[in-house]
């Protein structure tokens, strides 16, 4: 079982960078994909990022390219999510999600476990 807990959500302007943070508990967190996901209102959950076991590959949603990033310490079972130039677009709760696989994927049905989210708004 792994549990997870976001942090790092707020209230921003338009343009500024938010770092989320997403600690797991469990032992085997280094061998687990992580992912972000994304969701707003009226709108169905998407795919942010993802993030391999060893932190070597990653992926992205095209509609973050180039402004955000994810990245893991697994020595603290850690993984987190930059995100710069932040839009209006990108409001949204944001939810961490662990994959028990080595495999990457970027659909919500491939992950296992699920935090609670935390919101992000950007304003104008």
């Known amino acids: 079982q792994v549990q997870l807990v976001e942090s790092g959500g707020g209230v921003v302007q338009s343009g500024d960078s938010l770092r989320l943070s997403c600690a797991a508990s469990g032992r085997t967190f280094s061998s687990y994909v992580m992912g972000w996901f994304r969701q707003a209102p009226g709108k169905e959950r998407e795919f942010v990022m993802a993030i391999n076991w060893s932190g070597s590959v990653t992926s992205y949603a095209d509609s973050v390219k180039g402004r955000f990033t994810i990245s893991r310490d697994n020595a603290k079972n850690t993984v987190y999510l930059q995100m710069n130039s932040l839009k209006p677009e990108d409001t949204a709760v944001y939810y961490c999600?662990?994959?028990?696989?080595?495999?990457?994927?970027?659909?919500?049905?491939?992950?296992?476990?699920w935090g609670q989210g935390t919101q992000v708004t950007v304003s104008s």
């Open positions: 999600a662990a994959r028990n696989s080595r495999v990457m994927a970027d659909t919500g049905s491939g992950y296992d476990y």
